[in-house]
């Protein structure tokens, strides 16, 4: 089964995420763009990482730049509205108490979702390549 390592890049941090084919995240987190390379090598490692998808905005071009360094392919993938839809999604899937009665637009996460963005990015790549 191919695993994908996925990076929703940004300027000091970012989100990374191993998801297999059928779109399941195998691991996700929000790491400082310092941590990107040890971070890569560690998710290579563990998890037979076989292609890096990378969001193709926000300091795309120094990411890959690092990221070839691995030598594995890597896919582009329109990152256009993946931020509001990380939100939304840490915000269904993490909310609890009172809070879930808010309605989702009102509601504040309480820590970055960038990892959330990373699997979003890879569900996209794996949809594209479905087609």
Same mark, same amino acid.
């Given at each position: 089964?191919?695993?994908?390592?996925?990076?929703?890049?940004?300027?000091?941090?970012?989100? @990374?995420? @191993? /998801?297999?084919?059928?779109?399941?995240?195998?691991?996700?987190?929000?790491?400082?763009? !310092?941590?990107?390379?040890?971070?890569?090598?560690?998710?290579?490692?563990?998890?037979? /990482?076989?292609?890096?998808?990378? +969001?193709?905005?926000?300091?795309?071009?120094?990411?890959?730049?690092?990221?070839?360094?691995?030598?594995?392919?890597?896919?582009? @993938?329109?990152?256009?509205?993946?931020?509001?839809?990380?939100?939304?999604?840490?915000?269904? !899937?993490?909310?609890? +108490?009172?809070?879930?009665?808010?309605?989702?637009?009102?509601?504040?996460?309480?820590?970055?979702?960038?990892?959330? @963005?990373? /699997?979003?990015?890879?569900?996209?790549?794996?949809?594209?390549?479905?087609?």
């Amino acid at each position: 089964m191919t695993n994908i390592l996925a990076v929703d890049p940004g300027h000091q941090k970012c989100g @990374v995420a @191993v /998801v297999n084919e059928e779109g399941t995240s195998l691991v996700q987190k929000v790491i400082a763009f !310092e941590e990107l390379r040890a971070t890569v090598e560690q998710f290579i490692a563990e998890y037979a /990482v076989e292609c890096i998808v990378l +969001g193709d905005r926000t300091h795309s071009k120094v990411y890959k730049k690092i990221l070839r360094e691995f030598q594995l392919p890597i896919e582009m @993938v329109n990152e256009d509205r993946s931020s509001i839809e990380g939100r939304m999604r840490y915000l269904r !899937e993490n909310s609890k +108490g009172l809070k879930r009665l808010l309605p989702l637009g009102l509601r504040t996460p309480d820590r970055p979702y960038d990892d959330y @963005v990373a /699997v979003i990015l890879a569900e996209r790549y794996l949809a594209k390549r479905r087609k």
